[in-house]
């Protein structure tokens, strides 16, 4: 089991996890059971020798209506300031290739870290596919984005990505 003794946030949870990946193929999703672990049958068969990344994408958000208009706002906003060409761009059901991982370096510590890695893979010339997923009502916890100080670090955040992966062109 990995563990930090003390909370990182979401990026570095993800971080850790990759970097402790083994197999050739890394599937992740949240543990809030807002998707079925067993539609990851779904990516699998998407699986072709040309892809690197098979995407989720939610089919209807299972969400209260501010979340989803909220939602769908911050995808697209973050469509346009990115250049990404993902329909659900922070659909967190996702199966990559480990050694996207052996070219793309990922930094955020924060919820921000989705469209740090899609940008990146994106721009490193990894190829994608999406499969659409069903989205269920949270079961576990809470979302813990939606409050403004929250709101506001993640504004934060993406400035300083777009700062340095659209206008510098860092990878």
Same mark, same amino acid.
């Not at 990026?11 to 996890?17: F, M």
């Given at each position: 089991?990995?563990?930090?003794?003390?909370?990182?946030?979401y990026?570095?949870?993800?971080?850790?996890? @990759?970097?402790?990946?083994r197999?050739?193929?890394?599937?992740?999703?949240?543990g809030?059971?807002?998707?079925?672990?067993?539609?990851?049958?779904l990516l699998?068969?998407?699986?072709?020798?040309?892809?690197?990344?098979?995407n989720?994408?939610?089919?209807?958000?299972?969400?209260?209506?501010?979340?989803?208009?909220?939602?769908?706002?911050?995808?697209?906003?973050?469509?346009?300031? @990115?250049?990404?060409?993902?329909?659900d761009?922070?659909?967190?059901?996702?199966?990559?290739?480990?050694?996207? @991982?052996?070219?793309?370096?990922?930094?955020?510590?924060?919820?921000?870290?989705c469209?740090?890695?899609?940008?990146?893979?994106q721009?490193?010339?990894?190829? @994608?596919?999406e499969?659409?997923?069903?989205?269920?009502?949270?079961q576990?916890?809470?979302?813990?984005?939606?409050?403004?100080?929250?709101?506001?670090?993640?504004?934060?955040?993406?400035?300083?990505?777009?700062?340095?992966?659209?206008?510098?062109?860092?990878?």
């Open positions: 089991m990995i563990h930090h003794p003390q909370n990182r946030g990026g570095a949870a993800l971080r850790t996890g @990759f970097a402790s990946a197999k050739e193929w890394i599937f992740y999703t949240d809030d059971a807002q998707y079925n672990p067993l539609e990851l049958t699998v068969e998407a699986l072709r020798d040309d892809v690197d990344v098979v989720g994408w939610k089919i209807s958000r299972n969400d209260p209506f501010i979340r989803i208009l909220l939602g769908g706002i911050y995808n697209l906003g973050v469509k346009l300031m @990115f250049g990404l060409r993902l329909k761009v922070d659909c967190d059901y996702r199966l990559m290739r480990r050694s996207i @991982f052996f070219t793309v370096e990922l930094e955020s510590n924060t919820g921000s870290i469209v740090e890695m899609i940008k990146k893979i721009d490193a010339g990894f190829r @994608f596919a499969v659409p997923v069903s989205h269920y009502h949270r576990y916890g809470h979302s813990q984005f939606f409050n403004w100080r929250r709101l506001l670090r993640t504004a934060r955040h993406l400035l300083i990505l777009w700062w340095k992966l659209v206008l510098k062109k860092q990878r």
